[in-house]
Nanobody, 121 residues
Framework: VQLQASGGGLVQAGNSLRLSCFAS????????MSWFRQAPGKEREFVAF????????YYADSVNGRFTIFRDNAKNTVYLQMDSLKPEDTAVYYC???????????????WGQGTLVTVSS
């Protein structure tokens, strides 16, 4: 199983960015896909998950209403659309795959390498 995250970069506050996570070795429509992030000097934190049935989505309070998780089954890719970005969103973003929809990182079996998002004020 491999998860390849991409799409990070430098963006000004208020702007948008879309992250992608391409999966190989698993079918994303049969598993829960999530995004986590880790800011410098802080622990990894949950951002959003999308359940296998494409019905259940859950977001951290800090991003709810600004971020959207969705997927393209034909491309076996999950996305994180990030709008109205804030400097506090600056972090390395990781995608993860697991059998259980959870906000806890230990529940996830496979992780991408991370992509850096930097939001300037």
């Amino acid at each position: 199983v491999q998860l390849q995250a991409s799409g990070g970069g430098l963006v000004q506050a208020g702007n948008s960015l879309r992250l992608s996570c391409f999966a190989s070795g698993l079918t994303i429509s049969k598993i829960t896909m999530s995004w986590f992030r880790q800011a410098p000097g802080k622990e990894r934190e949950f951002v959003a998950f999308l359940n296998w049935n494409d019905v259940s989505r859950y977001y951290a309070d800090s991003v709810n209403g600004r971020f959207t998780i969705f997927r393209d089954n034909a491309k076996n890719t999950v996305y994180l659309q990030m709008d109205s970005l804030k400097p506090e969103d600056t972090a390395v973003y990781y995608c993860a795959a697991g059998r259980v929809a959870s906000t806890q990182s230990v529940r996830y079996d496979s992780w991408g390498q991370g992509t850096l998002v930097t939001v300037s004020s």
